[in-house]
């Protein structure tokens, strides 16, 4: 937890001793269990015992008598989904869907009649972001309580490894805010339909394409399954619709995103989309000067966009197969340490020609 520095000697409590013990156990390589407590719902009023998932008392509270708390502090948090389950061992949630995050709070004076707090995630995309107020009028310091925080999860989408903090908004104007609960997540993609039409997918990949009907949008360590259904006959390769966004550190001819294929008979391998070969950031203009020389990839369907509402066009990769197959399953990896790629649509092409602009495709070995 990141706390702010000021004059007074901290009162050691029972909860800075266990800190200080666990924290001990914690040097030695050993992760504690969270321990049950204690708490008062802040709706119901009600005492409860819990256990939380997540236990945050060694890594957030400081033994040093120099610094001093804010005057909540997080102990423990639970991540409940839209089912009622609760993440166990991994905080882990579905891109754009509803959750609950309980939280596990103990009082230190001064204690407020209201904190004001905001839900942040942040990974390689944009920055997700939802307020609250916390009544903790009734709060007594040393006592410890439960809030239940709300998450709609709508806005704009992102999928991929994240930071989810909780930031405590503080009171005296122009203070910097406080980190009360800083967790690293993962956040599952989402698959949604596409946007393109028909006419635009065939116009661009053969009227003999079959669309997978997809779109996705991945970040730092994404990885989703698409489903394939049977068909009777063989492709020459995959057809993706994509753009990349939210940074600028991408290398011309870098994997961007691996597309590992399982055959109808078993075999594993993989094709991978490149960067300035078979996509390019979505405000780009391909080969614009000679600096872009390296750059060469086709823009789709040029003056329209297929990915409202963010602007910017899309471009189209092919990547062929060694020789054709009967693909039985599908999974994306995004590969770069940065950014974003948004994907419009994925195909399975029955003739993968080389298009007038060469290169947007290479083959790599399954992992």
């Known amino acids: ?91 882990e949630v579905q891109e754009s869907t509803p959750f609950k995050l309980i939280v596990y709070w103990t009082v230190t004076p001064p204690n407020p009649a209201r904190a004001d707090v905001v839900l942040r995630i942040a990974g390689s995309g944009p920055v997700l972001e939802q307020a609250y107020s916390v009544d903790t009028s009734g709060w007594k310091t040393g006592g410890a309580y439960r809030t239940t925080l709300d998450y709609a999860g709508k806005g704009s989408r992102y999928a991929g490894n994240a930071t989810m903090a909780l930031v405590l908004k503080p009171a005296t104007p122009g203070a910097p805010d406080i980190d009360i609960l800083k967790e690293a997540i993962t956040i599952r993609p989402l698959r949604t339909q596409s946007t393109l039409t028909g006419e635009q997918i065939h116009a661009t990949f053969g009227e003999d394409a079959v669309r997978l009907n997809v779109a996705l949008r991945l970040g730092i360590g994404a990885r989703v399954e698409i489903p394939i259904e049977a068909q ?74 297929p990915r409202p509402p963010t602007a910017g066009h899309s471009y189209v990769g092919r990547l062929r197969f060694v020789r054709p197959q009967k693909i039985r399953s599908l999974e994306l990896e995004y590969l770069p340490s940065t950014g974003v790629l948004d994907i419009a649509d994925i195909v399975l092409l029955a003739d993968a020609p080389v298009p007038e602009v060469e290169g947007n495709s290479t083959r790599r070995p399954a992992p």
């Open 1 to 91: 937890m990141i706390t702010r520095a000021g004059a007074g000697v901290l009162a050691v409590s029972p909860v800075l001793l266990l800190a200080a013990a666990i924290g001990a156990l914690r040097a030695s390589g050993q992760e504690p269990r969270p321990n049950p407590i204690t708490v008062q719902d802040s709706q119901t009023g009600q005492l409860v015992t819990v256990t939380p998932s997540f236990s945050l008392a060694t890594r957030n509270l400081s033994v040093n008598p120099a610094i001093v708390p804010p005057p909540l502090t997080a102990v423990g948090y639970d991540i409940e989904t839209g089912d009622g389950a609760r993440q166990s061992n991994i905080g």
């Open 232 to 305: 009777p006959r063989e492709f020459a390769g995959i057809g993706v619709v994509s753009a990349a966004g939210y940074s600028t550190k991408f290398d011309v001819g870098s994997d961007v995103l691996r597309l590992s294929f399982t055959t109808e008979a078993g075999q594993r391998d993989s094709v991978s989309l490149l960067y300035g070969k078979g996509t390019l950031l979505s405000e780009a203009e391909p080969a614009t000067s000679s600096a872009d020389a390296a750059i060469s990839v086709e823009r789709f369907s040029p003056g329209e966009n």
